[in-house]
T-cell receptor, first 116, second 113 residues
């Protein structure tokens, strides 16, 4: 089974609009972390936002917020007031603990295109 | 502040050659990770270190791949002998603690002809 599922391979959003990128996860570990990264066409991986499984409030970082619904195992990224520079591929990732090791597993990504 | 530094940025070599990728983590980060990104398989964790000690290398594809971390400020990923299917972007990342976000380098784009 997929650990991280991003069902939207590509999306379009108009500049200044808000957009939600979906992410669902699968784990039996009670302690885990969820991350979102942005990868522009230049290729680098940029950390955006983090949500811990025990965090009571949804994480926010500027125009980014994470809609964390623990019972539904979803961690959707919301980008408000989209800008042209937001065009990139966005990856959801989960860290879970497996014994003494800990792995970060990435989804397949959502390619976002912001249009005028 | 300096981020994670990887070298080279691009590498093109013929199959059978030895390839060495280098990484300098962010100072003070105790964890270092090596990832590979391909169109077919996405981003995969190859190996990670804690305080220079390899913790989990279950993602290393085969014996042709090896990684070392001789000190806190340097790590290498070596492929010997290289094959065309090793062509990918290889990322190094570091974090201060395991549950903290990982900061990625710019990656090495490797092409094996």
């Amino acid at each position: 089974a997929q650990k991280i599922t991003q069902t939207q391979p590509g999306m379009f959003v108009q500049e200044k609009e808000a957009v939600t990128l979906d992410c669902t996860y699968d784990t039996s570990d009670p302690s885990y972390g969820l991350f979102w990264y942005k990868q522009p066409s230049s290729g680098e991986m940029i950390f955006l936002i983090y949500q811990g499984s025990y965090d009571q409030q949804n994480a926010t970082e500027g125009r980014y917020s994470l809609n964390f619904q623990k019972a539904r195992k979803s961690a959707n990224l919301v980008i408000s007031a989209s800008q042209l520079g937001d065009s990139a591929t966005y990856f959801c990732a989960m860290r879970e603990n497996t014994g003494t090791a800990s792995k970060l597993t990435f989804g397949t990504g959502t390619r976002l295109q912001v249009t005028l | 502040d300096a981020g994670v530094i990887q070298s080279p940025r691009h590498e093109v070599t013929e199959m059978g050659q030895e390839v060495t990728l280098r990484c300098k983590p962010i100072s003070g980060h105790d964890y270092l990770f090596w990832y590979r990104q391909t169109m077919m398989r996405g981003l995969e964790l190859l190996i990670y270190f804690n305080n220079n000690v390899p913790i989990d290398d279950s993602g290393m594809p085969e014996d042709r791949f090896s990684a070392k971390m001789p000190n806190a400020s340097f790590s290498t990923l070596k492929i010997q002998p290289s094959e065309p299917r090793d062509s990918a972007v290889y990322f190094c990342a570091s974090s201060p603690y395991l549950n903290q976000p990982q900061h990625f380098g710019d990656g090495t784009r490797l092409s094996i002809l």
